[in-house]
């Protein structure tokens, strides 16, 4: 495994000002690797596209979840650099529209926490190593977002998992922050107690985006 370090703050995040200095950092579980952090920005999303064939009605449905997952990426993007990808290989981050299957004890929804937020939308982590010499060890989170929803909570859902994707990997106990573990009937936006949370996160250590160690060195 790559040994952990620490990258500097990103300036979108370096440069905030906020009053508030509350934040719920000890609610989260860092990754055996680490704090799941980007180091490379913008960081890339991909968003899956229409299936195949839809009726009229149907492929406006996915307009609209397509503009809320424009809408959610656009709330995140001035803390961490966002970029909208049109391809899915090499993105970082992908968006898919379909309900989200119960997977691992890594997914925050369903294996670290008691009171699962909701079914209707997940985030996963994967990790690979790069082709490059030496590898370096990445990783690609992918969200997946049920189709069955309104727009106002697919914004508020793919928010909420892009506040995973990005490194909050835990929730809040807080009703009015995104990162609350339960859908609420006021839908909250990005607190300065998620983004207090965000900046904590961001200074930890991460094994991602670091070397692996020369073969040779490796004990069996
Ligand atoms: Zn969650």
Do not use: C
């Not at 590898?135 to 069955?148: D, R």
């Amino acid at each position: 495994m790559p040994t952990p370090q620490t990258f500097p703050l990103p300036p979108s995040l370096a440069s905030l000002n906020i009053d508030i200095k509350e934040d719920y950092f000890d609610n989260l579980e860092p990754h055996l690797v680490g704090h799941l952090i980007w180091s490379e920005f913008p960081v890339k999303v991909y968003i899956a596209p229409p299936e195949n064939n839809l009726s009229e009605s149907a492929y406006q449905r996915y307009q609209q979840w397509e503009k809320a997952a424009q809408s959610a990426i656009a709330s995140w993007h001035p803390y961490i650099p966002l970029q909208i990808v049109e391809t899915e290989v090499g993105a970082d981050i992908l968006i898919r529209r379909q309900p989200p299957r119960i997977r691992g004890k890594f997914n925050p929804e369903t294996g670290l926490f008691d009171l699962p937020r909701i079914t209707s939308a997940t985030a996963t982590v994967q990790f690979y190593a790069t082709e490059t010499q030496p590898a370096k060890l990445k990783h690609q989170m992918i969200i997946e977002v049920s189709p069955h929803q309104t727009f106002d909570y697919w914004v508020n859902n793919i928010t909420h998992e892009l506040g995973h994707a990005l490194g909050i990997w835990g929730h809040s106990p807080h009703q009015g922050d995104i990162m609350y573990h339960a859908q609420t009937r006021n839908i909250p936006t990005i607190s300065p107690r998620d983004l207090n949370t965000l900046i904590k996160v961001y200074q930890q250590p991460t094994r991602l985006g670091g070397a692996f160690p020369p073969s040779s060195s490796v004990t069996r």
